[in-house]
């Protein structure tokens, strides 16, 4: 397995952040580089912070940004006898950022962080979050289960003792299967790229908890209205772009975006498949710093 070096810095500099709830204590990790205004990245499934590594440096010479390997993700502890929640994870930022001391962020965030972003504004909607939201973009997820096309094994690995067997049997080779193609025809990952993002999962064993860590689809489902609700009655400005060759969140779901949200404001990547921040890193950030650039401090 090859891990650039840059992989390797990136987490060999990060720092730990550990998240207490009732009798449990995990190590977070999490990333937090740059001045000025403060911003929260949120990283997708089944991968980490490193999603953002090829717009990093453009952030971080405007913002205070914040990325966190999420509890069961990447290099943050991955215990294997725990129910894994998106409602967890919103409480794991607030508690990140408590301890940061920071109380306004920019949200950006991709795929399962999609869905956290949207529990973070329900909580600022309803005046209980303990920070300001400012703005946020999403990149491709599953805003909307009913346009969620999830992969054949995502299906098969939430079916109860199947799921188990199945995950503990995962490897590196079916992960480049089922990864591979929901990239855009020009644009998918490099060997190098697949051994860092396989890095990413196999950390700690975590090959062995994938199957819990799916429970986010049926989340959405159970949640719907409440996620929805979200986007629809935000007081903070929203921006969606999107690769609209995603199989699994592409086109259609930035059709139903604009069909139920309103004033939408979507960018769409022609070619682009599901993570736009490390297929056309270029042209997603300018997009993003188009929509962001005005609502920074001018200070």
Excluded at 211 to 224: D, F, G, S
Aim: proline letters at 5%; glycine letters at 6%.
């Amino acid at each position: 397995m090859t891990l650039s070096e840059s992989f390797q810095q990136w987490y060999a500099i990060g720092s730990t952040f550990q998240y207490k709830n009732h009798d449990e204590n995990h190590a977070i990790f999490y990333k937090n580089e740059g001045v000025g205004d403060a911003m929260l990245c949120l990283h997708g499934f089944p991968t980490a912070s490193w999603d953002w590594y090829r717009v990093w440096d453009d952030l971080t010479a405007r913002c205070q940004v914040i990325a966190t390997d999420m509890l069961g993700f990447g290099y943050s502890d991955k215990p294997r006898r725990h129910t894994y929640s998106i409602l967890e994870q919103a409480d794991i930022h607030e508690a990140l950022l408590q301890h940061l001391g920071i109380k306004r962020v920019h949200i950006f965030a991709h795929d399962y962080g999609d869905t956290v972003a949207q529990e973070l504004i329900a909580r600022h909607n309803d005046g209980k979050l303990s920070f300001e939201i400012l703005s946020v973009c999403l990149l491709n997820g599953g805003l909307f289960p009913e346009t969620h096309h999830p992969r054949p094994i995502q299906k098969l690995l939430l079916t109860p003792v199947l799921g188990t067997i199945i995950a503990r049997f995962f490897n590196r080779k079916a992960f480049a299967r089922i990864f591979i193609p929901i990239f855009g025809a020009n644009t998918k990952p490099t060997e190098g790229e697949l051994d860092e993002f396989w890095q990413l999962i196999d950390q700690h064993n975590g090959r062995v908890i994938i199957n819990k860590l799916l429970h986010y689809m049926p989340e959405r489902v159970t949640h719907r209205e409440r996620w929805v609700a979200a986007l629809q009655k935000a007081t903070c400005p929203l921006m969606l772009i999107d690769g609209i060759d995603d199989p699994v969140s592409g086109g259609h779901m930035a059709d139903r975006y604009i069909e139920l949200i309103p004033h939408p404001n979507v960018t769409r990547l022609e070619g682009i498949g599901h993570y736009p921040q490390v297929e056309a890193p270029q042209r997603v950030l300018a997009a993003y710093l188009e929509f962001l650039e005005p609502l920074l401090k001018s200070d």
